[in-house]
């Protein structure tokens, strides 16, 4: 007999793509959808169901009752065939299908019959895997345990959303903690740079010193801009961080600090007559 070609959705790199951007810990996952496969186990009538998810290569179950599986060859589930639809698939009898009948899990325990999946579609319509109910016997399902599985699948998916939320916002948590570090150390030497200016300002005054005023208020101009700047800066690498996830830490260019650090020390430099440069 010849072997069953593997079939592959037309969207397969999307599909994939999407499963990879929610980032499941799939062992982690495990406990928060176990209600959920004993409910459709109940709702079904059947002694095992399954969450499975499936990548480029590889069906992992997620959760599961009455079955004790991790993962299995993409090529060698029936739920390859689920995410191919819209709707549900039904195998009434597994050893009669000629794409089954001669699976180990046909001919051998569990000896699986009847099988009944659900495809878990994303909200953007990418089907990621499947709920599924089977049977070591026939079995049947009503329109209404049918549309109760439904239901179920579409909580699974709501779940996995649900999840990658939370990790999303603990992680922009832990990078707004880190830009609040960042800002506060590297704000904090220039504003003591403009502190300085203001005492040399405060001595000139006195000595009515006006022309080297003048040119230093113009230097306190520069130095308050360098400060905003500065923050701007980092607010907006920050920005870019979380829009696209692939910008470093050493995004302000080495020009960029070296007249940053000149504008800011010059007036110190200049009241005490030294040459100031900066190399970096």
Same mark, same amino acid.
């Given at each position: 007999?010849?072997?069953?070609?593997?079939?592959?959705?037309?969207?397969?790199?999307?599909?994939?793509?999407?499963?990879?951007?929610?980032?499941?810990?799939?062992?982690?996952?495990?406990?928060?959808?176990?209600?959920?496969?004993?409910?459709?186990?109940?709702?079904?009538?059947?002694?095992?169901?399954?969450?499975?998810?499936?990548?480029?290569?590889?069906?992992?179950?997620?959760?599961?009752?009455?079955?004790?599986?991790?993962?299995?060859?993409?090529?060698?589930?029936?739920?390859?065939?689920?995410?191919?639809? $819209? +709707? %549900?698939?039904?195998? !009434?009898? @597994?050893?009669?299908? *000629?794409?089954?009948?001669?699976?180990?899990?046909?001919?051998? =325990?569990?000896?699986?019959?009847?099988?009944?999946?659900?495809?878990?579609?994303?909200?953007?319509?990418?089907?990621?895997?499947?709920?599924?109910?089977?049977?070591?016997?026939?079995?049947?399902?009503?329109?209404?345990?049918?549309?109760?599985?439904?239901?179920?699948?579409?909580?699974?998916?709501?779940?996995?959303?649900?999840?990658?939320?939370?990790?999303?916002?603990?992680?922009?948590?832990?990078?707004?903690?880190?830009?609040?570090?960042?800002?506060?150390?590297?704000?904090?030497?220039?504003?003591?740079?403009?502190?300085?200016?203001?005492?040399?300002?405060?001595?000139?005054? $006195? +000595? %009515?010193?006006?022309? !080297?005023? @003048?040119?230093?208020? *113009?230097?306190?101009?520069?130095?308050?801009?360098?400060?905003? =700047?500065?923050?701007?800066?980092?607010?907006?690498?920050?920005?870019?961080?979380?829009?696209?996830?692939?910008?470093?830490?050493?995004?302000?260019?080495?020009?960029?600090?070296?007249?940053?650090?000149?504008?800011?020390?010059?007036?110190?430099?200049?009241?005490?007559?030294?040459?100031?440069?900066?190399?970096?």
């Amino acid at each position: 007999m010849s072997k069953q070609i593997a079939p592959i959705p037309n969207n397969e790199f999307e599909r994939a793509l999407k499963l990879s951007e929610y980032d499941i810990d799939y062992s982690e996952i495990h406990g928060k959808l176990d209600d959920l496969t004993r409910l459709a186990a109940h709702v079904a009538g059947t002694p095992i169901s399954l969450i499975n998810l499936l990548d480029t290569t590889t069906q992992w179950t997620v959760s599961n009752v009455g079955l004790d599986l991790q993962q299995i060859p993409r090529e060698e589930t029936v739920c390859q065939y689920v995410i191919l639809e $819209e +709707d %549900s698939v039904e195998v !009434e009898d @597994m050893t009669s299908d *000629e794409r089954f009948k001669d699976k180990d899990y046909v001919t051998k =325990d569990p000896h699986i019959r009847y099988y009944y999946g659900v495809p878990l579609e994303t909200p953007d319509g990418h089907r990621i895997g499947a709920l599924c109910v089977m049977d070591k016997g026939a079995h049947d399902l009503t329109p209404e345990k049918e549309a109760f599985l439904k239901i179920i699948a579409n909580e699974v998916i709501t779940r996995i959303e649900y999840e990658h939320k939370l990790k999303l916002m603990r992680h922009n948590v832990e990078e707004l903690k880190e830009i609040q570090r960042k800002v506060s150390h590297d704000i904090r030497g220039p504003i003591g740079g403009i502190i300085g200016i203001a005492e040399i300002l405060r001595d000139q005054a $006195e +000595d %009515s010193k006006m022309d !080297e005023f @003048m040119q230093l208020l *113009e230097l306190i101009n520069k130095g308050g801009r360098s400060v905003l =700047d500065l923050a701007d800066e980092i607010l907006s690498n920050y920005k870019g961080e979380s829009e696209s996830k692939k910008l470093t830490q050493n995004q302000l260019s080495l020009e960029l600090l070296q007249k940053k650090l000149k504008d800011l020390y010059q007036p110190q430099a200049l009241n005490k007559s030294i040459n100031y440069t900066v190399e970096l």
